[in-house]
């Protein structure tokens, strides 16, 4: 009897030490999740202590990013690689085949294919007024390329004024409250104050660096796309005018 009982007492106790040891995942999932609650409630402490001007530089903050996101999409769209499609335009040109370059600036959307198809467009006619087409569509898209940039500089400024502003007003807080204080107590609620204060000074700054780094590469895209238009918009004038000046003599001489 004690033979066959014996190995059933084993397997019953290695079942119920298995079934109590927690799954792996399982653990880290819940630490997972204890850390996600400690920093959302940190956020909200964070915000709490800042007073009202934190919950303002936070909707200045999502007003620039709002604003960073919907200029990122629109110059991405703006953009194309300048050199090659000024290559495609010029070996259509050289082969006098004009109405195949104006296609080709027609299947594209960015704003250089628009300015290169308005000056294609009147490629017969002479080098004043086909620099006048192509003035012209450069005034026109230069304003799509810098529109609201200018709001996130002032995003910027605002959110690091605004902290300053909040901490300034904590501060006037806090030594109001100091003044009719206990001598014992005043050290402590001076350093508690100073201490939430200086929340909105912080969070001023995040959303001011984070605007101003985002504004500074939106603002280099601009300006490599007002460049692109600017050079082979030149580059364009220049083979139009050579290339009716060749064909001028040739026909004088057919004549």
Known sequence: MENTTTPNTETNLETSTQTQVPPTSTVVEQKTNADELNMIQGFAKFMDDGGVFMWIILGIWIFGVAVAVERFKSLLSYD????????????????????????????????????????LKRANQSKEQIQDALEASMLESIPQVEKRLGYLALVANVSTLIGLLGTIYGLIQSFAAVASADAAQKAELLALGISKAMNTTAFGLISAITIMVVHQLLTTRAEKIIGDMEQNSVKLLDLLSTKKGSSTPNNQEAA
């Open 80 to 119: 194309i690689d300048g050199t090659s499609f000024m290559n495609e335009i010029k070996k259509s040109v050289l082969t006098n085949d004009v109405q195949s370059a104006i296609q080709t600036s027609s299947d594209k959307k960015a704003l250089l294919a628009v300015v290169m198809r308005n000056g």
